[in-house]
């Protein structure tokens, strides 16, 4: 029994389809959704969706953060940006997380609050280089 | 009765008119069918928010911990107005009417003794409402020159108001915008945003029955979820906006188009009429000219 995907931004819906098993990067690690799986709300890390059909990956999506609703026979995520990995701009992806990471050594020497979401943006970009490469 | 020439003058400047507001209508239909694409994609973000956040929402509603921006800080006395209106004129009643509005509500409010703070997203609401309303001005944001409104757009407001919320400055907050509903009509809207509106309770979804899991906990999604689901709001009310702009404008710009029309219709009339008189007396003179010989 397929579980039914579904991906979208803000902006539109990015992808509405069955697959047979979805990888979605949960927040406290990787999770696979396969169908009857526990119903559970996550918030998303930056990372890689993985679409299986049998055991080969046949689409791989980066995505940014966001959420993701996991129920029986479904498995949407709101994602707040999703890009396909082929499509990924390695030069875009390094300046990210070169930006990212001045954020973040500004904001942890203020030791504010915003230095968590700082940290998230960090760990976001180099799932983004990962990804690219 | 004006000259023949001041006549073929005017019938020419209101003919240039016709062509600049047919020139407008034609150009605001094309832009209302982009904005309203660009508001159908944001729906389905939309739905799945709301249905999540209303699984969310049901599970920590009791618990005192319950973020702000979900619950309100518990008072009810400075109340944010953001004023949603068009940058560019033109369009009808479509911005007066959110200024309208939003007067009326700070006054209403402020009748019963609540705080006021107005947010202004648009140059002409900002303009209207600084008339009256100046000292209540927390903000003001122009998207002028900007080709379509981002999603980014509307996070930027929704971070604004929390980053007021958790400052304590304000306690409530409701957005004013023409909520579009046909190219004719536009009905403004007050929608609370904070506290979140209670959430429809849709009978029990495909989970059977078994209520959700929660990774990391409730609250933790909760306080990340909260601003998205605001700025989602926020957006909504933006595209809603953008399209009622360019349905008010497309109406607008019809009707001047077609009174532009029957002036000219007119004009032509009285010039014909006027040229016709003219030839009359001239025969006339020529004629009793000739008979006095």
Same mark, same amino acid.
């Given at each position: 029994m397929p579980v039914a995907l579904e991906i979208v931004s803000p902006e539109k819906l990015l992808l509405s389809r069955s697959v047979e098993m979805v990888v979605i990067p949960a927040a406290e690690g990787d999770m696979g959704v396969l169908a009857g799986h526990t119903p559970m709300i996550v918030t998303l890390r930056g990372g890689t969706i993985d679409l299986y059909e049998g055991d080969r990956v046949t689409d791989r999506l980066y995505v940014a953060g966001g959420f993701a609703e996991v129920t029986p026979t479904r498995c949407t995520v709101l994602a707040n940006e999703a890009v396909p990995v082929g499509e990924i701009d390695r030069g875009a992806a390094d300046k990210r997380l070169a930006d990212a990471e001045a954020a973040y050594a500004t904001e942890s020497k203020n030791g504010t609050a915003a230095e968590d979401v700082a940290l998230d943006r960090v760990q976001a970009a180099r799932a983004m280089v990962a990804a690219a490469a | 009765m004006p000259s023949l020439k001041a006549l073929r003058l005017r019938i020419n400047s209101v003919k240039s008119t016709q062509k600049i507001t047919s020139a407008m209508k034609m150009v605001a239909a094309s832009k209302l069918r982009r904005a309203q694409q660009q508001a159908e994609a944001a729906r389905p973000y939309a739905e799945r928010m709301e249905r999540m956040l209303g699984a969310l929402a049901t599970s920590v509603?009791?618990?005192?911990?319950?973020?702000a921006l979900l *619950?309100? &800080?518990?008072?009810?006395?400075v109340h944010l107005l953001i004023a949603v209106t068009a940058?560019?004129?033109?369009?009808?009643a479509f911005n007066t009417n959110i200024g309208r509005a939003t007067r009326t509500l700070a006054r209403k409010l402020e009748a019963e003794g609540k705080t006021v703070k107005i947010l202004a997203v648009g140059r002409k609401g900002r303009d209207y409402l600084k008339r009256e309303l100046?000292?209540?001005?927390v903000g003001e944001i122009s998207y002028a020159g900007k080709r379509r409104i981002d999603f980014g757009d509307a996070q930027e407001i929704g971070n604004r108001v929390t980053a007021m919320l958790a400052a304590g400055e304000i306690d409530r907050a409701t957005i004013v915008y023409n909520r579009f509903q046909s190219v004719i009509a536009q009905i403004v809207t007050e929608q609370q945003v904070i506290p979140a509106p209670?959430? *429809?309770? &849709?009978?029990?979804?495909?989970?059977?029955g078994a209520s959700y899991d929660y990774e990391p906990d409730e609250e933790t999604i909760l306080t990340r979820l909260l601003p998205q689901a605001l700025a989602i709001q926020v957006y909504r009310a933006l595209l809603e906006s953008a399209a009622g702009e360019h349905g008010a404008r497309m109406s607008a710009m019809d009707n001047a188009t077609r009174n532009a029309g029957d002036m000219i219709k007119r004009l032509s009339q009285n010039y014909n009429r006027a040229r016709q008189a003219n030839i009359t007396r001239e025969l006339i003179e020529i004629i009793s000219g000739a008979e006095a010989l």
């Open positions: - | 509603a009791n618990s005192p911990t319950a973020p *619950v309100g &800080t518990g008072k009810d006395q940058d560019r004129g033109l369009a009808g100046a000292s209540r001005f209670p959430p *429809v309770v &849709t009978e029990a979804s495909d989970t059977g």
